[in-house]
Structures are given as structure tokens and as C-alpha cells.
């Protein structure tokens, strides 16, 4: 007899959890709680004598609970359709007498105390079961709703699951089965693109089959609800993580996915704007990447292949022939194969919108010039040559534009001092920014830099050193040769005379008639023809370049 109460328990749970409309619904608030009230008092009755079964009895679908006879065989069938469907987890995973003392008449509280089991790991706290059943009887939040709040949990996120554990609890949570190896590894992709793990739980929050199991227990299953704009698009996010592998070469950190696509979502930005956001940032720039490489990560961007030949070659010229940057990059913006790979996406691609700021190379020199005089200063010309026999003294001294590269924009060619150090420097606008091709500079008291012809395409600067009437006495004049990739020595001289010392011409010793007449040979080459009072027209000349340079850039 004792079998048969637990029996008719059971059942009556199962089959309370058929409808689709609770059943509290249909009768009056203080109805409702009064029957809910006598159901748990019985229910309390009955387990105030534990009975102890053998599996075999539990087990036994011959002996059903007995009402009637007649009623035991009708019943039997509806246990093993609707228990099997509706609570696989109890009849897979717990014996039927565990599954008998954990199940209450209240299928609102069993939902409840299931997610407890399946998401958390545990029983349901009293107080904690009471909270969330009441809010699903009163309606104020549904199934999966509910579910996202465990899933939420600081309880639960604690458990620091790995992906796989996570999918295998949403598989057992939402649609009542192990994970299939095929699903698994579909899921697992999902994460392993970019996306999150509420946006892989919502997929499953919303499936026909939590749907079902809902629906088991009388009550709606509503939606998820995500707050994170990554979590609202899934085109839209998977966009921009394509942006950040392509062009960052790196995962999305969580705030700077949640800052694009928040802007894509609410139309702020077109995709062209949110790529030159990207190919445009710090990040990018630091790269240092040359032509050839920003050219290489267009292709892939906007065009989502590899270069061709032909094409990478004439936009590589267009950039050395002056085309900056951002104006390549709005080309391949408005491209064909941009269009297609937006529409795929579902989001509007800018096509026609010029993006970013186009720079030339005449404003990135000019800038360039503007900043070295606000930091060191204009050189000018002292009048202590007594003490300090210089044609100038410390800041920017010297600028030109040199073609160093043939069929391309010039680079900028700037000679300055710096506490006492002589620093020359090449700089070439990359069609984004300026990069310092060559520097060199002469750690000796008391130099000039000067520049000599070009000669077989390369130009040759010289280092000067003369005696500073108080303490120096050597007299060294160094040549350094600029070929378009680096400054580097090719000749030395040395007069050591002053020293008592031999002369040394590239390290040989020579006389001080063969030292002085290559020393003039040298100077006769160079602006300066002569040392001493030519300098001051020497230097007049250096200022009218200067002028030159300047109204050039439009300074």
C-alpha cells in the first residue's frame, strides 16, 4: 500500500505538469495558495513515515498505485510517457526513489528546484526556492529568464567551467539530454569565434526543446534578455572580431567589442568608418608596418583574399609616388568586394563617404619642422666666436627636401644641435605618417654638419670638428654617405698636429701637407668653401634654404 502512495505521488506530479497554462492560473490568488497549502500539508502527512523499497518494487510497472483496478491500468501507460519525457534526468541520473522524494505536487517549484540541480549542482535552499517559484507563479519573470539568473550567478560563475562544461550544462539544462558530439563541437566553434558564452546560452535558452520543458511544468518559457551589445547582433559582432584578427592580429577584448558594436548597432558608424577605426589605431600604427604590409592587410580586409601581383604592385607605386594611406584605404573602402562582404554581414559599408583625415607629404614635413623648432628652438648665428667659434648655435638648423629615393615624394633632410651634439635625419612620409629613414649625429664639442653634392646617387654629409680655442686641439672632418637606407662613415680625417701626433687619413698616417690638401679639396665640395669669415655667407645661404624649404611646405 505504501508503494502505491508514493506511486500516485509521482504520477500526479508528472501529470500536473502537462498543461500549458499553470494551473493557478485559472482559480483565484487566495484559491490557489489555500490548495497549494492543503497539497503540502498531505504531502508532508504522507513522508512523516519514510517508506524503505527495494529498486525491484520501485521499478515494478506491473504493480501499479491502486485507486481501482481498472484505474491502476489507465495509469500506467500515462507514467511512462509523461515521466520519461518530462523528467528524463530523474529516471537517467538519480534511482526512482530519489526521484520520488525530491518532486513536490508543485511542478512551478520543481522547474525551480531542477535548475538548482542541473545548473548549480545542488538542492535547493528553502528560502531560495520559495524566491523564484514565487516569481514565476506571480509572472513577473518566465522559464528562461529565470534560468539566466542561475546562469548569472556569482555561484554559478564561480565554478570556472571550461567550455566544454559549460555546453554540457546547457545541453542537460535546456534540452533534457547529453551533449551529441557533433553539437558539441558546433558550439564549441561559436566560442572559439568570438562570441560569448550568454549568447551561446540564449541559443539554447530559446530552442524548441526548453520550449517543451516549460511547457512540462506549466509555465511560459519568454526569452533571455542580454544587455551587452556584442550579445545583440550576431553578424554585427562577428564583424567586428574579423576586424580585430585581421587587423589587430588578436582576440576582442570584451570592452572594446561591446564600444564597436554598439556603434554599428545604433548606426553611429558604417563598417567603413568602424575598419579605418581599427586599421587608424595606435594599436595598428605601432606595427611600423611597411607599404608592402599595410597593402597585404587591405587585401585581406576589404577584399577578404590575397594580393595579386599586378594590383599590389601599382597601389605599392601609387604610395611611393605620394598617395597616402588613408586615401588607398578609402579605395579599397568603396571596392566591390566590400560591398559584398558587408552585405553578407548585414551591415551598411560607407561606400562614397570619404573617411579620416588626407595628409600630404608637404603637411606631415611641415609639421614635422613646426615641432623640432617649438622643441629646440631656431639656430642662430653667435657673436662669441672667441669663445665658441660656431656659425650657430643650438636648434634647428638646417632643412631640405632630397630625393633619396627615385620616382617617389621627397624626404625631409633636417640638421640640428642639441646640447653641443650635431644630429642630422632623414624622414619619409609613408602615406600615413612620417618615418625616420636615417639618423647621425657627431658626439663632438664643437661641429657642424655639412652637406655635399650628390654624387653616383648617394648624398654625403660631412662631420666637422674644429678646435675650440680653449681646450680642444684636434681638427677631425668625417664624410658619411646616405644611400636611401642608412647613414654609415666612408671617410675619416684627423689632424692631430696640435696633439704632437701624426695625421691619419682613413687610418693611415700622413704629412700635414697631404692632410691640408685634402681637407681643402673637401671644403671646396661642400657649401662652405673656405673655413672662417665665409661662414657667415655660408650660413646666410643655409637660411635661404631654409626659406626655400619652407615656403615649399607653405609654412
Not at 573602402?333 to 607629404?361: H, L, N, P, R
Request: proline share 3%; aromatic share 12%.
Amino acid at each position: 500500500m505504501k508503494n502505491k502512495q508514493i506511486l500516485s505521488l509521482l504520477l500526479a506530479g508528472c501529470m500536473a505538469a502537462a498543461p500549458v497554462v499553470p494551473v493557478y492560473a485559472a482559480t483565484s490568488a487566495a484559491e490557489s495558495e489555500e490548495a497549494l497549502m492543503q497539497e503540502s500539508e498531505e504531502i508532508l502527512d504522507m513522508q512523516e513515515a519514510p517508506v524503505q523499497e527495494s529498486e525491484e518494487d520501485l521499478n515494478m510497472q506491473e504493480a501499479p498505485a491502486e485507486e481501482s483496478e481498472a484505474d491502476e491500468q489507465d495509469n500506467t501507460p500515462v507514467y511512462k510517457e509523461t515521466c520519461e519525457a518530462f523528467f528524463p534526468e530523474f529516471l537517467e541520473k538519480e534511482t526512482l526513489e530519489d526521484s520520488v522524494a525530491s518532486l513536490s505536487s508543485d511542478p512551478v517549484q520543481n522547474f525551480v528546484s531542477r535548475l538548482y540541480s542541473n545548473i548549480l549542482g545542488r538542492n535547493a535552499d528553502p528560502n531560495g526556492l520559495a524566491a523564484w517559484t514565487e516569481v514565476l507563479k506571480s509572472g513577473k519573470e518566465q522559464g528562461a529568464k529565470v534560468a539566466q539568473g542561475f546562469i548569472e550567478s556569482k555561484e554559478f560563475q564561480s565554478r570556472k567551467m571550461s567550455d566544454t562544461e559549460y555546453i554540457e550544462i546547457l545541453y542537460d539544462t535546456f534540452l533534457g539530454r547529453d551533449a551529441d558530439a557533433a553539437g558539441l563541437k558546433a558550439w564549441q566553434n561559436v566560442l572559439d569565434s568570438g562570441l560569448s558564452r550568454m549568447h551561446v546560452f540564449r541559443g539554447f535558452a530559446e530552442s524548441p526543446e526548453f520550449t517543451q520543458i516549460c511547457q512540462s511544468y506549466g509555465i511560459l518559457r519568454g526569452n533571455a534578455v542580454l544587455t551587452e551589445p556584442r550579445d545583440q547582433n550576431e553578424n554585427i559582432t562577428k564583424f567586428v572580431i574579423r576586424c580585430y584578427q585581421l587587423c589587430l592580429g588578436r582576440k576582442a577584448d570584451t570592452d572594446g567589442l561591446n564600444a564597436w558594436c554598439s556603434v554599428l548597432l545604433n548606426g553611429q558608424n558604417t563598417a567603413k568608418e568602424v575598419a579605418h577605426g581599427f586599421l587608424f589605431s595606435d594599436e595598428f600604427l605601432k606595427k611600423n608596418l611597411s607599404n608592402s604590409a599595410y597593402m597585404e592587410t587591405l587585401y585581406h580586409v576589404f577584399m577578404d583574399r590575397n594580393p595579386d601581383s599586378a594590383g599590389w604592385r601599382a597601389w605599392i607605386r601609387a604610395i611611393e609616388n605620394g598617395q597616402s594611406w588613408i586615401s588607398v584605404f578609402n579605395d579599397f573602402g568603396d571596392s566591390d568586394e566590400f560591398q559584398k562582404i558587408c552585405a553578407s554581414y548585414g551591415i551598411q559599408s560607407g561606400k562614397g563617404t570619404f573617411v579620416g583625415t588626407e595628409q600630404t607629404w608637404q603637411q606631415a614635413y611641415a609639421e614635422k619642422i613646426q615641432e623640432y623648432e617649438q622643441k629646440y628652438g631656431v639656430a642662430g648665428i653667435t657673436n662669441d666666436t672667441e669663445t665658441y667659434p660656431q656659425p650657430f648655435m643650438s636648434g634647428l638648423s638646417y632643412m631640405k627636401l632630397v630625393n633619396f629615393k627615385e620616382n617617389s615624394q621627397p624626404q625631409l633632410l633636417l640638421v640640428y644641435v642639441d646640447d653641443w651634439i650635431t644630429y642630422a635625419e632623414v624622414w619619409n612620409y609613408t602615406g600615413h605618417d612620417l618615418t625616420l629613414l636615417a639618423s647621425e649625429h657627431a658626439q663632438k664639442f664643437n661641429n657642424l654638419y655639412i652637406e655635399l653634392p650628390t654624387i653616383d646617387g648617394n648624398t654625403y654629409f660631412a662631420s666637422h670638428q674644429y678646435p675650440n680655442r680653449r681646450t680642444a686641439k684636434v681638427i677631425s672632418f668625417d664624410i658619411y654617405g646616405y644611400s636611401g637606407n642608412d647613414f654609415k662613415k666612408i671617410y675619416e680625417m684627423i689632424d692631430y698636429t696640435r696633439l704632437d701626433s701624426a695625421n691619419t687619413i682613413n687610418g693611415k698616417e700622413v704629412s700635414d701637407d697631404d692632410w691640408n690638401d685634402m681637407y681643402e679639396k673637401w671644403l671646396e665640395a661642400s657649401h662652405w668653401s673656405t673655413f672662417g669669415e665665409i661662414y657667415e655667407g655660408s650660413w646666410e645661404e643655409a637660411v635661404s634654404q631654409n626659406q626655400a624649404t619652407k615656403s615649399l611646405l607653405g609654412l
